[in-house]
């Protein structure tokens, strides 16, 4: 691809409403000065807010603020979560000059300058400690189940603690053999009868999804170099300086946020809120008339929200 600026690439997968997430991930992308390639892996059919992008250029990419997006179908029966090591590993297959590989699920927005991811990068492979289970003791029956499915030796065993989520991983090609770990770990899980095309709730399991393979990886992986930040990278904790993960089972592009407080008492969050700071510009997914009537309902909800909910 003649022209784009390679060394740097974005990725993100979606399928259905969550469009309206990869529209706000793009936004704060260029509103933090990201100005690489964002590649879309999607199934389904392409948002209908592409035809406000323009005509794309000869390498079917859209300029979109200082940065490039391109729309990839993706043909996987997986669920997209077991798909993320495959997508990215197959990146730096595509594009040889890539360096470094950065993943976002959809439902995250990024707050900070684009130099923090560059600079974090070069500390190590990128990673955010997880809301529910940020310390996983090395001794965990999981972990050892973990050490047991991978088959490696002892000299590989990772002496780790940390737990990340699987929302964000920024890795560079030379550390792309924990990519390859996490698709082997996958494949072992689906030969011993694990279904990927959904994820487990059931927290006495040691395999719940793919953010457990992921962890898996990095515990057999004691031959690479991470860096990871806290629960506040993906603001579950403050100050969310870096990024905002709606982990919500509601996204908030599906909220009406008046209704949400009355019936249930919750008013809206920083995740909600940042949503909404990057979720129509430089990409419009609403009209003016929708955007205005949606900002309403949040600073409604939010200025009653002082005095009823939590």
């Not at 043909?75 to 590989?101: D, I, L, R």
Request: glycine share 8%.
């Amino acid at each position: 691809m003649p022209g784009l600026s390679l060394k740097e690439v974005v990725v993100t997968l979606y399928e259905n409403h969550y469009h309206f997430g990869v529209a706000a991930l793009i936004n704060s992308l260029s509103s933090n000065n990201f100005d690489g390639l964002v590649l879309v892996g999607y199934r389904g059919n392409l948002p209908s807010w592409v035809a406000g992008l323009g005509r794309a250029d000869a390498e079917s990419c859209y300029q979109v603020g200082t940065l490039k997006v391109k729309f990839e179908p993706v043909s996987t029966q997986m669920h997209f979560g077991y798909y993320k090591p495959v997508y990215m590993n197959e990146v730096f297959n595509t594009y040889p000059a890539v360096e470094q590989v950065y993943y976002f699920d959809p439902d995250i927005v990024i707050n900070a300058p684009w130099r923090f991811f560059r600079d974090w990068a070069n500390t190590g492979i990128s990673l955010c400690m997880d809301l529910s289970f940020p310390f996983v003791h090395v001794n965990h029956p999981w972990r050892n189940d973990w050490r047991k499915l991978s088959g490696m030796e002892e000299q590989y065993f990772n002496p780790v603690e940390y737990y990340v989520n699987s929302g964000f991983i920024g890795i560079k090609k030379d550390d792309r053999v924990l990519l390859e770990r996490w698709i082997d770990l996958t494949d072992k899980y689906k030969q011993g009868d694990g279904d990927l095309s959904q994820f487990e709730k059931d927290g006495t399991r040691s395999f719940k999804g793919d953010q457990d393979l992921l962890n898996a990886a990095i515990t057999v992986s004691s031959d690479l170099v991470f860096s990871i930040i806290g629960q506040e990278g993906m603001g579950f904790s403050q100050p969310a300086y870096l990024m905002t993960h709606a982990i919500d089972s509601v996204k908030p592009w599906k909220k009406k946020f008046v209704k949400q407080l009355l019936l249930k008492g919750k008013k809206p969050n920083l995740f909600e809120k940042n949503y909404f700071k990057y979720c129509n510009a430089p990409i419009s997914v609403y009209s003016k008339n929708e955007m205005s009537f949606k900002k309403l309902d949040l600073k409604l909800s939010a200025a009653l929200g002082r005095f009823i909910g939590t």
